[in-house]
């Protein structure tokens, strides 16, 4: 008996100071979120007052900028979580059957820019973007093409800042992969071949949903990371040209820190906590739906 | 060596041309990094040259000179290492310690607590920074290194990591120590702790970089100078008064001394980061 | 054994830390010291006055301890509301003077002292009076007129074969169009080595956009700011002018080089800045041969919209008798005169105007004459918000073209009516 209230005390303060941080920066702030969603609540001043659910009706009925944000959110997610998945995934099986030494030259190189501080990496690339002086200018008038001024052009200034997190994180998403790919036996290919299957058959039957856990992770992570792109938005472009790479996170933080709307900021923010959270439910979902063998 | 026949659909790609792929991938990888280097050794005058020379004709230190020069840069490394080391070392301390708990302890509520820890998963900080800021206001530590680590001491992903590596400790190697008498405590450090070594390299990768990184958290509390964080301060070159025909090397400089330090440790320790984010990935 | 020592280490360094840290933010104060705490947002020339300044003063207030921060500017409004709201606002501070309503709004800044009052309104010009008040209450001083107005280089303007003297590049909207034109170059294949013109893109654009909206009768909102202007004739006919003179006349190209870029260069020959230009434009490039003018004009008066900064002293300060004693010293006649001459922007004392450093100035004569058509930012507290917004749009016209002039201001008068409704 006694043990057993020793052992129960012990655990509680074990989880004590994980608990108490979880507690009062999470989910606390969950709820205060919640419950300044419901003021007009300015960050100036002590003038709070109480407007029920107007801020989210404002929001969707007055605020032409929100649903800006929310395509381009959308945008640079499915774009940015697309083509670092298919990368990733093309890089690794390529990589899969080189000797080690290529394996640890490519593995080390193209993980550099994950590690590497995105404010730097943008910076970086904002001088390769630049029109007339930059790299990237320089590259195509050797092949005669004089492109556009990438991040002031409202059709490429997301591609852009979309092509640069590819650039930074398919390293990242390859080594997932393939650690994904050395978790397959291979009795499961010994099989394939003695059935005949062709070299894409097992790629597409095989390995592909074998590899199915690792995707999911990629696309889950990815999707929620994307979700957050801040850093990158508010240096390059700042969310223009006029409204072309503004997201949501960017349109939180000026909304709130720049024009001291904090119950509109709060309202945004609720948004897109529950667009986080209906997304990666349909993942989910569909991933117990879709491959369970 | 492994000549396997795993690989299938990239078997049909000769050698050859697989040599090519990857020589241009790693060049691709690396041009940003040249170009970098590059800019951060032109004199002003070479910088607005066109077209570039990719080797600067007359490479220059005054630039990284100037960095020290115009910023209190050293204190902006400092202040990255104090942030990123104390919130790496609680998310150690506080995760494993609750990850025990979680894992091999019993205790009344204990899967409606977990169950909550999960949840917390679920909610980035990034959706909270209007009553995260709220509350560091509250507690008045605008621009304070608080503000800057406290909220970050330990988030549900740590305690979910660690809970899942002490879980896979045979729970024989436990036993053994509670019938010699060994106090709970005991037994987290003499048997939990050097069992998870992996994992808590794992955490401490994967903590330790995204401290060192992030921008949105510290531009939100950081109000002076010398309070800033190294990302902070390298973005202190790139504003609007910063601009000169000097301002893209001068920029280059500042972000090359920011991510020399990173890139080196990655280097060196390559084979540790790549297996802690394999780790925390596929475990996560 | 090691395993404790080292998780006791680590605790150690923890709680170390953080008591070391918690312990260097408090000051040691002892019984009589004061401090004050100063921003102001990063501009070269005038940072290093006001450091002169600040030793000149500690020197002869051996009490007072101050401490001088730098913001960049376009971190400089949230560090002030941040600031504000975390209740550690600094106790003197010189923001950028359209934020003087939304703070003095709130009760946030102390009301000038009365001597400070007789001093604005007596000594200075009109200009400084309205920057520095909201309602009727002045809150500080404004110590230099920054004009938005067109600067051109006059080696470029001269090789054009075109008169390279002010007065002849201060003309109306049509006459403008042929001299941008002029001064305008493109190679064999089409693309543009010199632009006639470089406007600024975002929320700059609307600084742009203000001088060519007066001086064409429109204006951004109505007297009493209850009702959005900017879709009015006035204003899609400033916009459609500065939008030809980009796609129409070809005198300037969207993926051109930016302004600062282009100008310092010799890549622009005209661009719109503000009074800063002249220290900035001059320290990016020494050899740079530059003179200012009044922008085009449109159908009325031409205009210059007014930038800069007032100082002026946190309500909540704990000191603030010493704060205006410092804020009175830094803007003294001597000290006034000092910024005038490092930053080329008009000085706000009348006295100073006639002064011979003044006077026989290269940029001086004409700053005075652009300062008689200065015309201040509309004293909302919605100012900030909706620059944002009219650039926004302004950028999808000027800079993308996605939307005609019409439809964009159209919508912009939309959301501004739905902020003013708002707030």
Redesign the interface.
């Given at each position: 008996m006694k043990t057993?209230t020793?052992?129960?005390v012990?655990?509680?303060m074990?989880?004590m100071?994980?608990?108490i941080?979880?507690c009062?920066?999470?989910?606390?702030?969950?709820f205060?979120?919640l419950?300044?969603s419901l003021f007009k609540w300015?960050?100036?001043?002590s003038t709070r007052i109480f407007v029920g659910l107007k801020n989210y009706i404002?929001i969707f009925s007055?605020?032409?900028?929100f649903w800006v944000t929310l395509k381009n959110t959308f945008y640079f997610g499915a774009g940015y979580v697309f083509l670092v998945t298919i990368s990733g995934l093309l890089?690794a099986?390529?990589?899969?059957?080189?000797?080690?030494f290529?394996q640890?030259?490519?593995?080390?190189?193209?993980?550099?820019?994950?590690?590497?501080?995105?404010?730097?990496?943008s910076?970086?690339?904002?001088?390769?973007y630049?029109?007339?002086?930059g790299?990237i200018s320089?590259l195509l008038?050797l092949l005669g093409i004089?492109g556009?001024?990438w991040l002031?052009?409202?059709t490429w200034a997301m591609p852009s800042i979309i092509f640069m997190m590819v650039?930074k994180d398919m390293?990242?998403v390859m080594?997932?992969y393939l650690?994904?790919?050395s978790g397959?036996p291979?009795s499961y290919?010994?099989a394939a071949?003695i059935d005949g299957a062709g070299?894409?058959n097992?790629?597409w039957h095989?390995?592909l949903p074998l590899l199915k856990?690792?995707s999911l992770?990629v696309v889950a992570?990815g999707t929620?990371k994307a979700?957050?792109v801040?850093?990158p938005v508010q240096?390059m472009t700042?969310?223009?040209?006029?409204?072309?790479t503004r997201v949501l996170?960017l349109h939180?933080?000026?909304k709130?820190?720049?024009?001291?709307r904090?119950g509109e900021?709060?309202t945004l923010?609720?948004i897109?906590?529950i667009l986080?959270?209906v997304v990666?439910a349909i993942q989910l979902k569909y991933y117990h739906s879709g491959f369970i063998t | 060596?492994?000549?396997?026949?795993?690989?299938?659909?990239?078997?049909?790609?000769t050698k050859a041309s697989?040599?090519v792929?990857?020589a241009t991938?790693?060049i691709?990888?690396?041009?940003?990094?040249l170009?970098?280097i590059s800019?951060a050794f032109k004199p002003t005058s070479e910088?607005?040259a066109?077209?570039?020379n990719f080797i600067p004709k007359n490479p220059t230190f005054n630039n990284i000179r100037k960095v020290f020069e115009v910023a209190p840069f050293l204190r902006f490394f400092l202040n990255s290492t104090i942030v990123s080391v104390t919130a790496t070392l609680s998310a150690l301390?506080?995760?494993s310690?609750?990850g025990?708990?979680?894992a091999k302890?019993?205790?009344?509520g204990?899967n409606t607590?977990f169950l909550?820890?999960i949840a917390?998963m679920?909610?980035?900080?990034?959706?909270?920074?209007?009553?995260?800021?709220?509350?560091i206001v509250k507690l008045r530590w605008v621009n304070s290194y608080q503000a800057l680590v406290?909220?970050k001491?330990?988030?549900?992903f740590?305690?979910f990591l660690m809970r899942q590596f002490i879980m896979g400790i045979p729970d024989e190697l436990i036993e053994a120590s509670r019938i010699d008498g060994c106090?709970?405590?005991r037994i987290?450090l003499s048997i939990i702790l050097p069992n998870i070594k992996p994992a808590l390299a794992s955490l401490t990768i994967f903590k330790f970089?995204s401290m060192?990184?992030d921008?949105?958290w510290p531009i939100?509390v950081v109000k002076t100078p010398l309070m800033r964080t190294?990302?902070l301060g390298?973005?202190l070159f790139?504003t609007e008064e910063s601009r000169s025909p000097s301002f893209?090397n001068l920029?280059?400089s500042a972000?090359f001394l920011?991510?020399l330090p990173?890139?080196v440790l990655?280097?060196a320790l390559?084979k540790y980061?790549?297996r802690g984010?394999?780790l925390s990935?596929?475990k996560g | 054994m090691n395993k404790v020592k080292l998780i006791a280490m680590s605790l150690a360094f923890l709680m170390l830390s953080f008591m070391a840290l918690a312990g260097g933010q408090k000051e040691a104060e002892g019984p009589k010291r004061v401090t004050l705490n100063i921003v102001e947002h990063v501009f070269t020339p005038v940072n290093e006055l006001t450091e002169e300044v600040i030793k000149k003063y500690t020197n002869e207030n051996p009490n007072v301890k101050i401490e001088y921060f730098n913001v960049p500017f376009n971190e400089f409004?949230?560090t002030l509301?941040?600031g504000?709201?975390g209740g550690i606002p600094p106790d003197i501070m010189a923001p950028d003077y359209p934020w003087i309503p939304?703070?003095a709004?709130?009760?946030?800044l102390d009301p000038a002292p009365a001597d400070v009052v007789k001093d604005v309104k007596e000594n200075l010009v009109a200009i400084a009076n309205s920057a520095a008040s909201y309602d009727g209450v002045i809150y500080g001083y404004y110590p230099k007129v920054g004009t938005q107005m067109l600067f051109y280089n006059v080696d470029l303007v001269k090789e054009a074969g075109l008169p390279t003297d002010p007065e002849a590049m201060e003309v109306t909207w049509d006459e403008f169009v042929p001299i941008a034109k002029a001064l305008t170059k493109v190679d064999a294949?089409g693309?543009m080595t010199q632009a006639g013109i470089v406007f600024r893109?975002?929320y700059e654009l609307t600084s742009n956009f203000a001088n060519f909206l007066w001086s064409n009768g429109g204006d951004f909102f109505n007297e009493a700011f209850t009702r959005p202007r900017v879709n009015e004739p006035a204003a899609v006919e400033a916009l459609q002018y500065m939008y030809d003179l980009y796609w129409k006349h070809g005198a300037g190209d969207?993926?051109?080089?930016e302004f600062f870029?282009a100008f310092t260069t010799g890549?622009a020959a005209t661009t719109m800045f503000f009074s800063a230009g002249i220290a900035r434009f001059s320290k990016a490039n020494p050899d740079l041969n530059f003179q200012v003018a009044l922008s085009p004009k449109g159908r009325t008066e031409p205009a210059a919209i007014v930038g800069a900064f007032v100082w002026t002293v946190s309500s909540a300060s704990a000191n603030k008798e010493t704060a205006w004693d410092f804020v009175r010293f830094r803007n003294n006649e001597e000290h006034m005169l000092q910024e005038a001459l490092v930053t080329h922007f008009s000085p706000s004392r009348k006295s100073l105007l006639t002064r011979p450093e003044i006077v026989n100035d290269k940029y001086f004569p004409h700053l005075a004459r652009i300062a008689e058509y200065a015309r201040r930012r509309p004293a909302t507290v919605l100012w900030?918000?909706a620059r944002?917004t009219v650039g926004?749009?302004l950028?999808?016209v000027i800079?993308?073209d996605?939307l005609t002039p019409k439809d964009a201001l159209d919508?912009a008068a939309?959301?501004l009516k739905?902020l003013i409704?708002?707030k």
């Open positions: 057993r020793i052992e129960s012990s655990a509680y074990f989880i100071p994980a608990l941080v979880l009062l920066f999470i989910i606390y702030p969950m205060l979120n419950y300044i300015p960050l100036l001043g404002r007055e605020d032409p900028v890089i099986v390529l990589l899969w059957d080189m000797s080690r290529y640890t030259v490519v593995k080390t190189i193209l993980f550099l820019p994950a590690v590497s501080m995105l404010v730097c990496i910076l970086i690339w904002i001088w390769m630049m029109p007339q002086l790299l320089y008038s004089r556009p001024a002031r052009d409202t650039w390293g990242y080594v997932l650690a994904g790919l397959i291979e290919y010994d071949k070299a894409w097992r790629f095989i390995t856990p690792a992770f992570t929620i979700f957050q801040f850093a240096l700042n969310g223009g040209p006029g409204d072309a996170l939180i933080y000026h709130g820190f720049l024009f001291s904090m900021a709060a923010s609720t897109l906590f986080i959270f990666t | 060596m492994k000549i396997s026949i795993l690989n299938t659909w990239s078997s049909k790609f697989k040599l792929f990857f991938l790693v691709f990888s690396l041009i940003p990094y170009w970098l800019t910088v607005v066109f077209p570039p301390i506080f995760g310690m609750a025990y708990a979680f302890l019993r205790f009344p204990r607590i909550i820890v917390t679920m909610v980035p900080w990034q959706i909270t920074i209007i009553p995260l800021f709220n509350l406290v909220p001491f330990v988030a549900g740590a305690v106090s709970y405590f987290y970089l060192w990184n921008y949105l939100i190294l990302p390298v973005a790139f893209y920029i280059m972000s920011a991510l990173t890139v990655f280097l390559q980061f790549i984010v394999v990935g596929l | 409004r949230t509301l941040t504000f709201a939304e703070f709004a709130e009760g946030l294949s693309n893109i975002g969207p993926n051109f080089l870029e890549r900030a918000e944002e926004r749009y950028d999808r800079i993308t996605e919508k939309e959301e739905n409704k708002s």
